[in-house]
């Protein structure tokens, strides 16, 4: 009789403890946009990764799964990033952001910051019927998008927006 409780009792226990691990989609939202505007912020990474048209910072662990002119395909523990580059948008062009959000109906989060001559932002859409959300952000005519649930979003953000901010197009002076 007590053992029936006593297993009920840890299940339940359990069941609690475990659903107060996880965040939720708005605490996830929040610290992930905090992340990316202090990323915005700091000083930018060091390019490690080069093309003809352009160079990037690539994270440790990052693969390059395939690249095309404007296009990357990384991998970081089976999640796959898209880095898109427009070499001909400044960084505080606001023509990629306008075109990557005529593509949502009505994003969970959109956000913009503007600092130093430079516009980001971050746009964050729930995929249907999934726990599993959209991220894009991006600075001028560089974006970088993948989909993570809420545990990951702020590490993903933060990782994309150091990548994002890292791009050099070649033959432009910083």
């Given at each position: 009789m007590y053992l029936g409780r006593a297993i009920i009792s840890i299940f339940?226990?359990?069941i609690l403890f475990l659903s107060g691990c996880s965040l939720s989609f708005e605490d996830a939202s929040k610290e992930t946009l905090k992340a990316?505007?202090?990323?915005?912020?700091?000083?930018?990474?060091?390019?490690?990764?080069?093309?003809?048209?352009?160079?990037?910072?690539?994270?440790?662990e990052y693969e390059v799964d395939s690249?095309?002119?404007?296009?990357?395909?990384?991998?970081h523990k089976e999640q796959t990033y898209i880095l898109f580059i427009n070499?001909?948008?400044?960084?505080?062009?606001?023509?990629?952001?306008?075109?990557?959000?005529?593509?949502y109906e009505s994003p969970e989060v959109?956000?913009?910051?503007?600092?130093?001559?430079?516009?980001?932002?971050?746009?964050?859409?729930?995929?249907?019927?999934?726990?599993f959300y959209e991220i894009t952000v991006g600075v001028g005519g560089v974006k970088?998008?993948?989909?993570t649930d809420p545990d990951n979003m702020e590490k993903s953000a933060d990782t994309m927006m150091?990548?994002?901010?890292?791009?050099?197009?070649?033959?432009?002076?910083?």
């Amino acid at each position: 009789m007590y053992l029936g409780r006593a297993i009920i009792s840890i299940f339940i226990f359990s069941i609690l403890f475990l659903s107060g691990c996880s965040l939720s989609f708005e605490d996830a939202s929040k610290e992930t946009l905090k992340a990316v505007e202090e990323s915005l912020s700091e000083e930018k990474k060091e390019a490690n990764e080069a093309s003809d048209q352009f160079s990037y910072y690539l994270p440790p662990e990052y693969e390059v799964d395939s690249a095309a002119t404007n296009n990357i395909v990384l991998t970081h523990k089976e999640q796959t990033y898209i880095l898109f580059i427009n070499p001909f948008e400044p960084d505080d062009s606001k023509v990629i952001y306008e075109s990557t959000l005529e593509g949502y109906e009505s994003p969970e989060v959109e956000e913009t910051f503007s600092k130093d001559g430079e516009f980001g932002y971050v746009i964050i859409d729930r995929l249907e019927k999934e726990e599993f959300y959209e991220i894009t952000v991006g600075v001028g005519g560089v974006k970088m998008t993948t989909v993570t649930d809420p545990d990951n979003m702020e590490k993903s953000a933060d990782t994309m927006m150091e990548i994002v901010s890292s791009v050099e197009v070649q033959g432009e002076e910083s």
